[in-house]
């Protein structure tokens, strides 16, 4: 695939926006997919929290993969309905 700046089409065409990272700060790859419905899997990084990952819009992988049939069946087993709202500054 050659490379693009626009990436949004090819987001909200996915299942799941994957982001394993041991370090973030305000991820906009995760805002981004949340507001097109695209539900995330994710490491367990407090950034996360504070962006607004819960249950219904997003799978934490842990960082050994010690859960990682949970990860897989809740791929395969949740309907993922939510809608995002962004943190507002305050």
Do not use: W
């Not at 089409?9 to 799941?16: E, L, P, R, S, W």
């Not at 962006?51 to 897989?72: C, K, P």
Request: net charge negative.
């Amino acid at each position: 695939m050659p490379s693009k700046l626009n990436i949004i089409d090819d987001i909200a065409k996915a299942d799941f926006l994957v982001q394993l990272s041991d370090n973030e700060g305000y991820c906009y790859s995760i805002v981004e997919a949340l507001n097109l419905h695209v539900p995330v899997i994710v490491t367990p990084i407090p950034v996360f929290k504070e962006i607004g990952l819960d249950e219904t819009n997003s799978i934490t992988l842990n960082f050994d993969l010690s859960n990682i049939d949970n990860v897989i069946d809740r791929m395969l087993n949740t309907n993922f309905d939510f809608t995002y709202y962004p943190k507002q500054d305050g």
